[in-house]
């Protein structure tokens, strides 16, 4: 009996409680509809054909902004991000690689680098892996063998235009006939203090006789305090189109030219300026690469860097981003003749120049020297004298260096840059030289000339030589060079030549 009572008070209060429920649920339906039907409607007990059924609660459906994981790029599967990379250019594939582990992965697939190979390089079954599944090939298998036949591909196309030196200086190789023709741009790169790097290509690009100028300059140059690094690189094409026309689809291949590492501000205020006028200064930080301050706040105006012809095929091609290319050591020659005889049989190439035009250019053939004119550790080459008429030259243009930047232009006089080929007697380069040089009153005098003022002089000097040249003027303003000594250092002459003079 006591049991029968606890039932039925157990049931009473639940029913007590689901009739209080059901009016709570009853007077919110009626303050949103203003219905007594669609409080009926909302009612459990008035839903149609529920009398004596048990509800079914459906499930809570979330929006996509309350699930707690999205879909991403992560999210496909391997083939179908290969498929996306396909699409991509051959260049934008490789830096496509260099995102992450699985992205490098898919990028270095075989199938996608086989297409490639056909494309810029030729058929396939040329090579041995095309007969191999490419399921059973390593991971960037056909990518190797794509870069290596197209780097061999481009050395051929590169090596057409200079397998013969130059007649006039002796230089094998011609950047002027292959360099641009096939598009290679050269890249100033300037690093701040933050590691930030700025980079632009070339404004301009003049090729010469011996050596090609380059030119940047900018509206947007960094804050010169800032900057710790210079560097310039050659970007050259890596993949062709047929015999000689480059992939503007393809990848550059970027090789570190030179490089200068440290506060650049103060380098430059411990620099003496090689000239200046109104305008602006040059100051060359080391050969050919010339940075110009403005005098009014002392940023930068323009940048230049000249690059001597010799091996600079060699170095646009075979650098590295981050090590320029090294010429390997060349083991010494024997002296052909008795080495009292002194050095014979030498040719020299000189030109004074500045960005687009000769101002000054001789050559001097079977140059030679004696054992006894050793003089300070140098053999001496003296091809013009100042007593003797005969050899002097003239002049084309008086030396000067004109300038232009996006506001501004102008002529620093008195300056120009100096490019020096001397060959040796079985005609290969002994010392290369392309430098800004000054040129500066000099005080010697013939018994022709008594005015000071009538000469001037342009010295250079390196590891490997020095030279000086006199620059004389004439009454009606015309200039001429009346003397030329080079002087050989013995220490490279005995590195040459395995002698000890």
């Known amino acids: 009996m006591a049991t029968v009572n606890a039932h039925l008070r157990h ?22 509809s203003g219905t007594a039907n669609d409080n009926k409607s909302h009612t459990p007990s008035s839903l149609p054909g529920s009398k004596g059924k048990k509800l079914i609660k459906l499930p809570t459906i979330h929006s ?92 051929k196309i590169y090596l057409k235009k200079w397998r013969q030196p130059d007649s006039y200086t002796g230089l094998k190789q011609r950047p002027e006939l292959t360099l641009s023709k096939v598009g290679t741009r050269f890249e100033l790169s300037l690093t701040n203090t933050s ?52 992939a503007k689809d393809g990848i550059l291949q970027k090789s570190l030219l030179t490089e200068f590492k440290g506060n650049l ?68 020659i024997k002296d052909d003749i008795d080495p009292h005889y002194g050095l014979h049989g030498y040719t020299c190439v000189l030109l004074v120049r500045n960005m687009r035009q000769k101002l000054l250019e001789c050559k001097f053939v079977d140059l030679f020297t004696t054992k006894n004119k050793l003089n300070g550790g140098f053999a001496l080459f003296n091809p013009v004298r100042k007593e003797d008429k005969m050899t002097h030259i003239t002049c084309l243009k008086e030396i000067n260096f004109p300038w232009k930047t996006n506001l501004f232009k102008g002529v620093v006089k008195d300056v120009g840059i100096l490019d020096i080929t001397l060959l040796d007697e079985r005609g290969e380069p002994f010392w290369t030289v392309t430098s800004c040089v000054a040129v500066k009153q000099s005080s010697q005098t013939n018994q022709f000339e008594f005015d000071p003022e009538a000469y001037q002089s342009i010295h250079y000097e390196d590891t490997v030589g020095k030279i000086d040249l006199d620059i004389g003027k004439l009454d009606d303003g015309r200039q001429y060079l009346s003397f030329v000594e080079i002087s050989i250092s013995v220490t490279a002459i005995n590195k040459l030549y395995s002698t000890c003079y």
Request: with cysteine; proline share 4%.
């Open 64 to 155: 996509t902004s309350e699930r707690k994981t999205k879909a991403t790029f992560d999210s496909l599967p391997d083939e179908l991000i290969a498929i996306i990379l396909w699409k991509l250019k051959v260049g934008d594939l490789v830096n496509a690689s260099q995102v992450c582990k699985r992205w490098h992965k898919v990028a270095n697939d075989n199938s996608i680098w086989k297409h490639f190979y056909a494309r810029f390089v030729g058929p396939t079954y040329k090579e041995e892996e095309d007969n191999i599944p490419i399921q059973d090939l390593k991971d960037g298998c056909w990518k190797n063998l794509c870069l290596k036949q197209c780097r061999i591909k481009r050395d």
């Open 195 to 246: 590691n930030v790097t700025w980079s632009a290509s070339h404004s301009d690009i003049y090729w010469h006789t011996m050596s090609a100028s380059l030119r940047w300059y900018d509206l947007t140059f960094p804050d010169l305090q800032s900057l710790r690094a210079v560097r310039i690189y050659a970007c050259s094409p890596l993949m062709f189109y047929g015999p000689s026309k480059p």
């Open 265 to 332: 501000k103060e380098t430059l205020q411990k620099t003496k300026p090689v000239g200046s006028d109104t305008h602006v200064e040059l100051y060359e930080i080391f050969s050919g690469l010339i940075i110009a301050l403005y005098k009014a706040d002392n940023e930068i105006a323009f940048v230049t860097f000249s690059c001597h012809y010799h091996n600079m095929i060699s170095r646009c091609l075979s650098g590295t981003p981050d090590k320029c290319w090294e010429m390997s050591e060349v083991a010494g």
């Open 11 to 32: 049931r009473s209060t639940l029913d007590a409680y689901l009739r209080s429920h059901s009016k709570v649920i009853n007077s919110t339906n009626n303050r949103k």
